[in-house]
């Protein structure tokens, strides 16, 4: 199975910050990564697809890129509704896997 | 509006059996490969479950390989999960998810129900 490393587990951050988590696959993944936000008590929601391609409707201040094993999501400008838990996702191999989270909060 | 939307969860006791179900609404639900996701309290995601779209490959974590059951009736577009020897490891909030294109399986999901709660104790 491919592991899903992310770094950090957790960051304050202030408003208007740029925010950036990591992710990184025990082997190559190509560009085979998504990005799910998850807000306390929600189902997650999908962000980023494909590793930089941006899911219709969700605001242009998030941002991912990378390839191969390394993995990088991007706040531009954090916003108060920005606090949730992000996870990165492959999709190069059975089983799917998920990062273990990175929890957002603001400073 | 896509939406899904889970039932089925509840208290079981360690041995017993559920079936949850997810009720698809808002997209031709039989052109679409559909996953189940759970996240125990407190924890990270982990994908459980999932069936192509034509319904001839499933696939199962190792965790609940023979235990679980995943099926659909597009008649009634509606995903199921039959869970049966329950363990407490299972205890998680259980999503049900699509993927975003017809035709593939299980690379992203763009659609994801709101959850229903299993909790296996006795």
């Known amino acids: 199975d491919i592991q899903m490393t992310q770094s950090p587990s957790s960051l304050s951050a202030s408003v208007g910050d740029r925010v950036t988590i990591t992710c990184q696959a025990s082997?190559?993944?190509?560009?085979?990564l998504n990005w799910y936000q998850q807000k306390p008590g929600k189902a997650p929601k999908l962000l980023i697809y494909?590793?930089?391609n941006l899911e219709t409707g969700v605001p242009s201040r998030f941002s991912g890129s990378g390839s191969g094993t390394d993995f990088t999501f991007t706040i531009s400008s954090l916003q108060p509704e920005d606090i949730a838990t992000y996870y990165c996702?492959?999709?190069?191999?059975?089983?799917?896997?998920f990062g273990g989270g990175t929890k957002v909060e603001i400073k | 509006e896509v939406q899904l939307l889970e039932s089925g969860g509840g208290l079981v006791q360690p041995g017993g059996s559920l079936r949850l179900s997810c009720a698809a609404s808002?997209?031709?639900?039989?052109?679409?490969?559909m996953s189940w996701v759970r996240q125990a309290p407190g924890k990270g995601l982990e994908w459980v479950s999932a069936?192509?779209?034509?319904?001839?490959?499933?696939y199962y974590a190792d965790s609940v390989k023979g235990r679980f059951t995943i099926s659909r009736d597009s008649s009634k577009n509606t995903l199921y999960l039959q869970m049966n020897s329950l363990r407490a490891e299972d205890t998680a909030v259980y999503y049900c998810?699509?993927?975003?294109?017809?035709?593939?399986?299980?690379?992203?999901?763009?659609?994801w129900g709101q959850g229903t709660l299993v909790t296996v104790s006795s």
């Open positions: 494909g590793a930089f």
């Open positions: 998810a699509k993927d975003k294109n017809p035709s593939t399986s299980w690379y992203y999901f763009d659609c």
């Open positions: 069936l192509s779209v034509s319904g001839a490959t499933t």
């Open positions: 996702q492959h999709y190069d191999s059975l089983p799917r896997t």
């Open positions: 082997q190559g993944i190509s560009n085979y």
């Open positions: 808002g997209f031709t639900f039989s052109s679409y490969a």
